[in-house]
Protein backbone atom coordinates (compact mmCIF):
# COMPACT_ATOMS: atom_id res chain seq x y z
CA UNK A 1 0.00 0.00 0.00
CA UNK A 2 1.66 3.57 -1.13
CA UNK A 3 1.34 6.04 1.65
CA UNK A 4 -0.50 9.73 0.12
CA UNK A 5 0.85 11.20 3.16
CA UNK A 6 3.70 12.59 4.54
CA UNK A 7 5.30 9.82 6.87
CA UNK A 8 8.21 8.84 9.13
CA UNK A 9 10.54 6.69 6.76
CA UNK A 10 13.84 7.07 8.44
CA UNK A 11 15.07 7.21 12.10
CA UNK A 12 18.86 7.29 12.17
CA UNK A 13 20.55 7.32 16.28
CA UNK A 14 24.06 8.39 15.98
CA UNK A 15 24.85 6.36 19.30
CA UNK A 16 28.64 8.00 19.61
CA UNK A 17 28.87 11.51 18.45
CA UNK A 18 30.57 12.14 15.00
CA UNK A 19 30.48 8.26 14.30
CA UNK A 20 27.92 6.12 12.72
CA UNK A 21 24.57 5.79 12.75
CA UNK A 22 21.91 3.14 13.57
CA UNK A 23 19.42 2.59 11.57
CA UNK A 24 16.21 2.01 13.81
CA UNK A 25 12.42 1.26 13.46
CA UNK A 26 10.79 3.19 16.98
CA UNK A 27 12.88 5.50 19.24
CA UNK A 28 11.98 7.01 22.35
CA UNK A 29 12.08 10.52 23.20
CA UNK A 30 13.60 11.67 26.19
CA UNK A 31 12.31 13.89 28.39
CA UNK A 32 14.88 16.70 27.41
CA UNK A 33 13.18 16.06 24.15
CA UNK A 34 16.10 14.34 22.49
CA UNK A 35 16.10 10.94 20.79
CA UNK A 36 17.39 8.09 23.55
CA UNK A 37 21.11 6.69 22.63
CA UNK A 38 21.39 9.96 20.12
CA UNK A 39 25.04 11.38 20.41
CA UNK A 40 24.78 9.59 24.17
CA UNK A 41 28.78 9.55 24.09
CA UNK A 42 30.88 11.77 22.54
CA UNK A 43 35.02 12.08 22.69
CA UNK A 44 37.02 14.79 24.17
CA UNK A 45 40.80 15.69 23.88
CA UNK A 46 42.61 17.00 26.94
CA UNK A 47 41.77 20.36 26.95
CA UNK A 48 37.90 18.87 26.82
CA UNK A 49 37.16 19.77 23.49
CA UNK A 50 34.99 17.27 21.08
CA UNK A 51 37.04 14.80 18.97
CA UNK A 52 34.83 15.21 16.17
CA UNK A 53 34.80 15.41 12.25
CA UNK A 54 34.99 19.54 12.45
CA UNK A 55 38.08 19.16 13.87
CA UNK A 56 39.26 16.04 12.74
CA UNK A 57 39.08 14.85 9.38
CA UNK A 58 40.81 11.36 10.30
CA UNK A 59 37.47 10.43 12.58
CA UNK A 60 35.90 9.40 9.25
CA UNK A 61 37.84 6.60 8.50
CA UNK A 62 36.79 5.06 11.78
CA UNK A 63 33.83 2.04 11.48
CA UNK A 64 31.63 1.73 14.77
CA UNK A 65 28.72 -0.04 15.51
CA UNK A 66 27.49 -0.05 19.20
CA UNK A 67 24.33 -2.19 20.44
CA UNK A 68 22.82 0.32 23.09
CA UNK A 69 21.26 -2.68 24.82
CA UNK A 70 24.38 -4.60 25.79
CA UNK A 71 26.92 -2.12 25.30
CA UNK A 72 28.71 -4.13 22.55
CA UNK A 73 30.96 -1.45 20.69
CA UNK A 74 32.67 -2.65 17.55
CA UNK A 75 35.52 0.01 16.08
CA UNK A 76 37.70 -0.62 13.11
CA UNK A 77 39.51 1.25 10.65
CA UNK A 78 38.39 1.62 7.22
CA UNK A 79 39.18 -1.38 5.82
CA UNK A 80 40.93 -3.30 7.92
CA UNK A 81 39.96 -6.63 8.11
CA UNK A 82 38.60 -7.08 11.77
CA UNK A 83 37.21 -5.18 14.23
CA UNK A 84 38.22 -4.66 17.84
CA UNK A 85 35.26 -5.34 20.39
CA UNK A 86 34.81 -3.12 23.59
CA UNK A 87 31.94 -3.13 26.47
CA UNK A 88 32.00 0.63 25.83
CA UNK A 89 31.09 0.86 29.83
CA UNK A 90 33.17 -1.75 31.80
CA UNK A 91 36.14 -1.95 29.30
CA UNK A 92 36.99 2.41 28.82
CA UNK A 93 40.35 2.43 30.11
CA UNK A 94 41.34 0.06 26.41
CA UNK A 95 38.71 1.76 24.73
CA UNK A 96 40.33 5.21 25.42
CA UNK A 97 43.82 3.43 24.69
CA UNK A 98 42.35 2.14 21.33
CA UNK A 99 41.12 6.06 20.49
CA UNK A 100 44.13 7.69 22.08
CA UNK A 101 46.62 5.44 19.65
CA UNK A 102 44.50 5.98 16.57
CA UNK A 103 44.23 9.66 16.93
CA UNK A 104 47.56 10.66 18.35
CA UNK A 105 46.82 12.17 21.62
CA UNK A 106 44.43 11.33 24.65
CA UNK A 107 41.23 10.81 24.00
CA UNK A 108 38.44 10.53 26.73
CA UNK A 109 34.78 9.37 26.16
CA UNK A 110 31.95 10.76 27.98
CA UNK A 111 28.40 9.73 28.49
CA UNK A 112 25.13 11.93 28.87
CA UNK A 113 22.35 9.72 28.84
CA UNK A 114 19.94 12.71 29.35
CA UNK A 115 20.27 15.38 26.93
CA UNK A 116 23.19 13.38 24.88
CA UNK A 117 25.83 15.58 23.21
CA UNK A 118 23.90 18.04 20.47
CA UNK A 119 25.32 20.91 18.46
CA UNK A 120 22.13 22.83 19.58
CA UNK A 121 21.63 22.38 22.98
CA UNK A 122 18.67 24.69 22.87
CA UNK A 123 17.21 22.44 20.41
CA UNK A 124 17.94 19.03 21.28
CA UNK A 125 15.16 16.97 19.27
CA UNK A 126 15.39 15.33 16.25
CA UNK A 127 17.00 16.83 13.11
CA UNK A 128 14.61 16.50 10.15
CA UNK A 129 14.77 16.30 6.68
CA UNK A 130 12.95 14.59 3.38
CA UNK A 131 14.06 11.89 1.17
CA UNK A 132 13.41 13.74 -1.67
CA UNK A 133 15.69 16.63 -0.53
CA UNK A 134 18.67 14.19 -0.32
CA UNK A 135 17.76 12.70 -3.22
CA UNK A 136 17.73 16.27 -5.14
CA UNK A 137 20.66 17.07 -3.08
CA UNK A 138 22.91 14.16 -4.62
CA UNK A 139 21.84 15.07 -7.94
CA UNK A 140 24.15 17.83 -7.45
CA UNK A 141 27.34 16.14 -7.05
CA UNK A 142 27.35 13.58 -9.73
CA UNK A 143 29.11 10.41 -8.69
CA UNK A 144 27.71 10.98 -4.96
CA UNK A 145 24.34 8.70 -3.83
CA UNK A 146 21.76 9.43 -1.77
CA UNK A 147 23.47 7.36 0.82
CA UNK A 148 26.40 9.50 0.71
CA UNK A 149 24.29 12.85 0.87
CA UNK A 150 22.44 11.07 3.91
CA UNK A 151 25.70 10.29 6.05
CA UNK A 152 27.35 13.48 5.17
CA UNK A 153 24.48 15.55 6.98
CA UNK A 154 23.15 12.86 9.80
CA UNK A 155 19.53 13.69 10.11
CA UNK A 156 17.92 11.79 12.81
CA UNK A 157 14.36 11.87 10.87
CA UNK A 158 13.84 10.98 7.12
CA UNK A 159 10.39 12.48 5.61
CA UNK A 160 9.11 10.55 2.57
CA UNK A 161 6.14 11.54 0.74
CA UNK A 162 6.80 14.87 0.26
CA UNK A 163 8.49 16.98 -2.39
CA UNK A 164 12.59 18.38 -2.02
CA UNK A 165 13.03 20.87 1.12
CA UNK A 166 9.14 20.31 2.40
CA UNK A 167 11.07 20.44 5.77
CA UNK A 168 11.72 24.05 5.19
CA UNK A 169 7.54 24.87 6.21
CA UNK A 170 8.49 23.72 9.67
CA UNK A 171 9.99 26.71 10.60
CA UNK A 172 8.72 30.58 10.97
CA UNK A 173 10.08 33.74 11.72
CA UNK A 174 12.89 33.93 14.63
CA UNK A 175 11.29 32.81 17.85
CA UNK A 176 8.20 31.90 16.56
CA UNK A 177 7.80 27.61 16.57
CA UNK A 178 5.74 25.70 14.02
CA UNK A 179 4.38 22.71 15.57
CA UNK A 180 3.94 19.68 13.82
CA UNK A 181 3.24 16.05 14.91
CA UNK A 182 4.56 12.50 13.83
CA UNK A 183 2.28 9.96 15.00
CA UNK A 184 1.37 11.07 19.06
CA UNK A 185 4.50 13.25 19.29
CA UNK A 186 4.15 17.29 19.06
CA UNK A 187 7.52 18.90 18.00
CA UNK A 188 8.27 22.33 16.92
CA UNK A 189 10.43 23.42 14.32
CA UNK A 190 12.75 26.23 15.97
CA UNK A 191 15.28 26.90 12.68
CA UNK A 192 17.29 25.76 9.31
CA UNK A 193 20.37 23.88 10.74
CA UNK A 194 23.70 25.71 9.71
CA UNK A 195 26.21 23.05 8.25
CA UNK A 196 29.78 23.15 9.05
CA UNK A 197 32.66 21.20 7.22
CA UNK A 198 31.79 18.14 8.02
CA UNK A 199 29.30 17.49 4.60
CA UNK A 200 32.06 18.51 2.64
CA UNK A 201 33.69 15.42 3.20
CA UNK A 202 33.21 11.71 2.41
CA UNK A 203 31.59 10.14 5.48
CA UNK A 204 33.62 6.63 4.97
CA UNK A 205 37.12 8.32 3.76
CA UNK A 206 37.35 12.13 4.74
CA UNK A 207 38.33 12.85 1.38
CA UNK A 208 36.87 16.24 0.69
CA UNK A 209 35.02 17.02 -2.49
CA UNK A 210 36.16 20.29 -4.34
CA UNK A 211 34.28 22.83 -3.99
CA UNK A 212 31.31 21.09 -2.07
CA UNK A 213 30.01 24.30 0.05
CA UNK A 214 30.05 26.38 -3.29
CA UNK A 215 28.27 24.10 -5.38
CA UNK A 216 25.67 23.62 -2.26
CA UNK A 217 25.41 27.18 -1.47
CA UNK A 218 24.68 28.19 -5.25
CA UNK A 219 22.04 25.16 -5.95
CA UNK A 220 20.45 25.40 -2.46
CA UNK A 221 19.50 29.24 -3.02
CA UNK A 222 18.62 28.38 -6.66
CA UNK A 223 16.20 25.89 -5.28
CA UNK A 224 14.44 27.06 -1.91
CA UNK A 225 10.97 27.21 -1.86
CA UNK A 226 8.37 29.45 -2.26
CA UNK A 227 6.23 30.49 0.39
CA UNK A 228 9.22 29.74 3.28
CA UNK A 229 10.47 32.46 5.22
CA UNK A 230 13.82 33.56 3.66
CA UNK A 231 14.87 35.89 6.11
CA UNK A 232 16.15 32.37 8.11
CA UNK A 233 18.88 32.43 5.44
CA UNK A 234 21.47 34.49 6.13
CA UNK A 235 23.49 32.08 4.05
CA UNK A 236 22.59 29.14 2.28
CA UNK A 237 24.77 26.39 3.36
CA UNK A 238 22.12 25.60 5.68
CA UNK A 239 20.16 22.24 5.85
CA UNK A 240 17.56 20.19 7.64
CA UNK A 241 15.52 21.47 10.66
CA UNK A 242 16.54 21.36 14.49
CA UNK A 243 13.37 20.80 16.46
CA UNK A 244 12.19 20.79 19.99
CA UNK A 245 9.72 18.41 21.43
CA UNK A 246 6.84 19.07 23.80
CA UNK A 247 6.64 17.27 27.02
CA UNK A 248 3.50 14.86 28.07
CA UNK A 249 3.54 12.56 30.76
CA UNK A 250 3.02 9.67 28.77
CA UNK A 251 5.87 7.55 27.04
CA UNK A 252 6.43 9.20 23.31
CA UNK A 253 7.73 6.82 20.75
CA UNK A 254 8.25 7.64 17.04
CA UNK A 255 7.80 4.65 14.77
CA UNK A 256 8.62 4.31 11.26
CA UNK A 257 5.62 5.01 9.02
CA UNK A 258 4.13 7.66 11.55
CA UNK A 259 2.24 10.06 9.89
CA UNK A 260 3.47 13.69 10.29
CA UNK A 261 1.11 16.50 10.25
CA UNK A 262 1.65 19.94 10.29
CA UNK A 263 -0.46 21.81 13.77
Same mark, same amino acid.
Given at each position: ??????????????????????????????????????????????????????????????????????????????????????????? %?? !? =? +??????? *???????? /???? &??????????????????????????????????????? %?? !? =? +??????? *???????? /???? &?????????????????????????????????????????????????????????????? &?????????????????????????
Amino acid at each position: MSNLFPFLAGIYIYPIKSLDALSVTQAKILASGALEGDRKFALFDEQGNFVNGKRYGKINQIRSSLDLSSGCLSLAIQGAEAPNIFDIDKD %RI !N =L +ESWLSNY *FGFSVNIA /ENSI &LGFPDDTDSPGPTIISTATLELIASWFPGLTVESIRCRF %RA !N =L +EIAGVPP *FWEDRLFG /EEGK &LVQFKIGEVVLAGVNPCQRCIVPTRDAKTGEAWPNFQKIFIEKRQETLPDGIVRSRFNHFYR &LSVNTRVFASSEVMVLHLGDEVKLL
